[in-house]
C-alpha cells in the first residue's frame, strides 16, 4: 500500500491564556489604539449579555442565547468583515451584529419576540438569526454563488457551531461551496457544548476543522479566545474569498461560560470545575491584560468604558420597554409582497374586524 | 405557433425567462451537461453556460437551501428536485426559511425562487418517484403552490412564478410530460396565479382538480356529456392561495362537486376544497360533497399504479353519485 494524501491541521494562537506572546504579531496589531477599539466592542457585548440576562430574569424578555466568553470570536469576525459582505448567523452572534450596525434596541426587539428586531436599519443584507441548526450553511453558499456570478469582489461569512458539524447539511454546504470554490467563510465556534452534548460525544474526530478536508476547502483551528488570532484567520480567509482562492472553515476554539439559554440550566449535565477552569481563558481579560501591559489601557479608561457601556445598554433596553408592541396586523405584514385575497378575511377576523 | 408537449412548454419558459432576466438561474441535479432527467432544462447549458445553469451536487436540501441563499442576494432561482419523492428533505429549507425570510425581516428580504418538482403517478416510476405532494406543501405559510395540466398552462404558469416576488413551488405531473401536444404561443406572456381556471364549461356539477387529473375530469366530462350531464372542470391551478371565489361561484351555478386528487384521502388538498365549500357553500349544495381521490396506502409499484389512480371511470361515478342524490 502506498500514502496517496497526507494533511495536517493548523493551530493559531498569538496571545496564550496569560497574554503572553507566542507568535510574531500580525501586522493590525501594531496600532495598538485599534486592539482598544476592539475591546471596547468586547466590554459592550458582555455588558449586552448581563442585561439581556436580567431582562429575561425578569420577564422582560424571552429566552436568550448568551455569548459569554464568545466575545473574541464575536469581535474577530466582525472586524474583518466589510460592510458589503454578508453575515449569516446562528444565536450567538449579537455581538458580531453590534459591530455590524444591528442596533442594542433591535437586539432587544428580537429576544423580546418581535419581528421588527429582524428589520435591521444598518446591516440591510445581512442574513436574520438561523435558529434550525446549520440550515444557513446552504444559503451561504447560495449567496457566495450569487457573488462570484456578479464577480463581486464580496464574501459570505457563516457562523456555525460545534453541533452544527454534525449535520447533513453543514456537509452539504462545505462541499458545494468547495466544488464551486465559492467566497464563503464558514467560522466554526467550538465551545465545547451543544446543550448538553459534549464535544467529545458529537465527533470522534480530533477536530472539527478537518471535517473540512474531506470538502477540499481549506481550513485550520484558532484559539478562539484569542481576539487576535480569529482576527488573523479571518483576514486570510476572507482574502482568500475575495482573491478567488475558494472557501475556508476556521474552527474557533472557545468555551461556553453560559447555560445554552436562559432555558437551561447547565450544572444538571457539566461539572463546575471545567467552567471554573475555562473562566481562566476569559477573552476579555486576556486583551485587557495584554493592552495594560502595552500601555494602550488604563483604569481611567476602563471605569469609563463600563460606565459608557452600561448607560449604553440601559437607555436601548428603556428604548425597547418603550417601543408599542405590535398589532395583530404584523402577522400578516410582510408574509407575501401582497397579501392574497384569500388571507384578506383571516386578517380582519384576527383583527376583529370581520 | 409550435405544437410542443408540457415538458417542452417547461423548457421554453426556462429560456424565455432566462434571456429576458439575467438574475435568473437553474439548478439542480444534471439540469445541465445531461439536460435533465426529463430533459425539462435542454439546451439551456448551451444557451446561458454553465454559470447560470448549474449542475448541483447530489443534495436536494443544498440546492434548496443554496436557492434561497441566492434568492436573498438577488438572484432569480429556478431550482428542480428530481423527483418529488426526493423533496422531502426540502421541507426543512421549505418551512422554516423560504416562507419566512419575507415575514421574519418584515419585508427587508425576500425569497424570490421556484422549486420545481416533477410528481404524480403513471409512468411505471420506481418507488418514491409517483407521489403527489401538494398538499405538504399547501400547509406552509408563506409560499404559493401551483400545479399545471397542460402545456400552455405550464408555459404561462411558469413565466408567473419565476417573476413572483415569492417563493413558488412549482409541480410538474410526469404523466402529462409528453402525452400530448398543444399549441403554445413564445410569447413571454404569463398566466395569473392565485386563480383557478375554467377548463370546461359546465351546469350540472363542478369537477375540481389539478396536474394530471384535469386530463382525466375532462375525459370525464366528454363521457358524462354522451349521457347527457353537463360538467364544468375548474383547474386548480394555484393551491395555495386557494381562489375558493371561483369554486363557490361555479358549486353556485352547479349545486354539485366532485373533487379530485392523485394524492392519498387524508388531509388531501381535496379535503380542504371540501371544508371551504362545507363552510361558505353550503346553501348552493344540492348534494353533499364527493372526494375522488388516491387511497390512504402507499403509492403501488408499477404494476398496481392503474389500481390507485382516480380515473375517468372513478369519476363519473361519484359525479353521479351527487346527481342521484335525494
Known amino acids: 500500500m502506498s500514502v496517496v494524501a497526507r494533511f495536517e491541521i493548523r493551530y493559531s494562537q498569538f496571545l496564550d ?31 449586552y449579555d448581563a442585561k439581556a440576562i436580567a431582562l429575561q430574569r425578569t420577564g422582560q424578555i424571552n429566552t436568550f442565547a448568551s455569548l459569554l466568553g464568545h466575545e473574541a470570536i464575536n469581535a474577530g469576525i466582525a472586524s474583518a468583515m466589510a460592510k458589503d459582505d454578508v453575515f449569516l448567523m446562528t444565536y450567538r452572534e449579537n455581538g458580531v ?73 453543514f456537509y452539504e454546504a462545505i462541499n458545494a461551496a468547495g466544488a464551486w470554490k465559492l467566497p464563503v467563510v464558514f467560522a466554526l465556534t467550538n465551545n ?87 473562566w481562566k481563558r476569559d477573552p476579555i481579560v486576556r486583551l485587557r491584560t495584554y493592552l495594560l501591559a502595552a500601555g494602550a489601557w488604563n483604569k481611567a479608561a476602563e471605569d469609563a468604558l463600563l460606565k459608557d457601556c452600561n448607560e449604553q445598554v440601559q437607555a436601548a433596553a428603556q428604548a425597547y420597554l418603550d417601543t408599542p408592541p405590535p398589532t395583530a396586523k404584523q402577522m400578516f405584514d410582510h408574509l407575501y409582497a401582497q397579501l392574497p385575497a384569500v388571507l384578506h378575511k383571516q386578517r380582519a377576523a384576527a383583527l376583529g374586524d370581520d | 405557433m409550435a405544437q410542443i408537449t408540457l415538458v ?38 448551451e444557451r446561458f453556460g454553465p454559470e447560470r445553469v448549474i449542475d448541483t451536487p447530489l443534495a436536494e436540501a443544498l440546492i434548496t437551501g443554496m436557492a434561497i441563499g441566492m434568492a436573498v442576494e438577488g438572484l432569480k432561482p429556478v431550482a428542480e428536485i428530481q423527483f418529488s419523492g ?28 421556484v422549486l420545481r418538482m416533477p410528481c404524480g403517478a403513471g409512468i411505471h416510476a420506481p418507488e418514491h418517484h409517483s407521489e403527489s405532494p401538494e398538499a405538504m406543501f399547501a400547509h406552509v405559510p408563506g409560499i404559493r403552490v401551483v400545479y399545471p395540466s397542460s402545456p400552455r398552462r405550464a408555459y404561462g404558469l411558469l413565466l408567473a412564478a419565476i417573476r413572483d416576488p415569492d417563493p413558488v413551488v412549482f409541480l410538474e405531473p410526469t404523466r402529462l410530460y409528453r402525452l400530448f401536444k398543444e399549441e403554445v404561443a413564445d410569447d413571454g406572456e404569463a398566466l395569473p396565479l392565485d386563480a383557478c381556471h375554467t377548463a ?66 387524508t388531509c388531501s388538498f381535496a379535503s380542504e376544497i371540501a371544508a371551504g365549500l362545507a363552510e361558505e357553500g353550503l346553501l348552493s349544495l344540492l348534494a353533499p360533497v364527493q372526494r375522488v381521490t388516491g387511497y390512504d396506502v402507499v403509492v403501488p409499484l408499477p404494476r398496481l399504479e392503474r389500481h390507485y389512480m382516480p380515473d375517468k371511470g372513478r369519476i363519473v361515478a361519484a359525479v353521479k353519485k351527487t346527481l342521484a342524490f335525494g
Request: charged share 25%; proline share 4%; with cysteine.
Open chain 1, 97 to 169: 451584529q453590534l459591530m455590524r450596525g444591528v442596533t442594542l434596541k433591535e437586539l432587544f426587539l428580537y429576544w423580546g419576540g418581535d419581528e421588527r428586531g429582524s428589520d435591521y436599519a444598518g446591516p440591510r443584507g445581512d442574513f436574520p438569526i438561523c435558529i434550525t441548526i446549520a440550515a444557513h450553511a446552504a444559503h451561504a453558499v447560495g449567496a457566495a454563488y450569487a457573488m462570484k456570478l456578479r464577480r463581486e469582489p464580496r464574501a459570505a461569512v457563516c457562523a456555525l457551531g460545534d453541533g452544527a458539524t454534525s449535520k447533513g447539511d
Open chain 2, 86 to 113: 426526493f423533496g422531502y428533505t426540502t421541507i426543512d429549507q421549505v418551512v422554516n426559511h423560504a416562507g419566512r425570510m419575507r415575514h421574519r425581516t418584515q419585508g427587508r428580504l425576500s425569497c424570490p425562487l
Open chain 1, 192 to 278: 465545547q457544548w451543544a446543550i448538553s452534548v459534549p464535544r467529545a460525544k458529537q465527533s470522534a474526530a480530533q477536530t472539527l476543522a478537518q471535517k473540512a478536508i474531506a470538502a477540499g476547502i481549506e481550513c485550520l483551528q484558532v484559539d478562539g479566545n484569542d481576539v487576535i488570532a480569529v482576527r488573523h484567520a479571518m483576514d486570510e480567509a476572507l482574502e482568500r474569498a475575495r482573491s478567488g482562492g475558494g472557501p475556508t472553515l476556521i474552527e474557533m476554539l472557545t468555551y461556553r461560560l453560559s447555560d445554552h439559554t436562559t432555558a437551561d440550566d447547565a450544572t444538571r449535565y457539566r461539572n463546575p470545575d471545567e467552567v471554573a477552569e475555562a
Open chain 2, 8 to 45: 417542452e412548454a417547461v423548457n421554453l419558459a426556462l429560456k424565455r425567462e432566462m434571456e429576458r432576466d439575467p438574475a435568473v438561474v437553474v439548478l439542480g441535479e444534471d439540469v445541465g451537461v445531461d439536460g435533465g432527467v426529463f430533459r425539462a432544462t435542454l439546451g439551456l447549458i
Open chain 1, 17 to 47: 491564556p496569560r497574554s503572553k506572546v507566542v507568535a510574531p504579531l500580525p501586522e493590525f496589531t501594531r496600532k495598538t489604539e485599534d486592539l482598544a477599539k476592539l475591546y471596547r466592542w468586547m466590554v459592550l457585548m458582555r455588558a
Open chain 2, 200 to 265: 370546461r364549461e359546465g351546469s350540472d356539477v363542478t369537477v375540481a382538480a389539478w396536474g394530471a387529473m384535469v386530463h382525466e375530469s375532462l375525459a370525464a366530462a366528454d363521457a358524462l356529456a354522451e349521457q347527457g350531464v353537463s360538467a364544468e372542470v375548474l383547474d386548480v391551478e394555484t393551491l395555495k392561495p386557494l381562489d375558493l371565489d371561483t369554486l363557490l361561484a361555479s358549486v353556485a351555478k352547479t349545486g354539485r362537486c366532485v373533487i379530485v386528487t392523485e394524492a392519498a384521502r
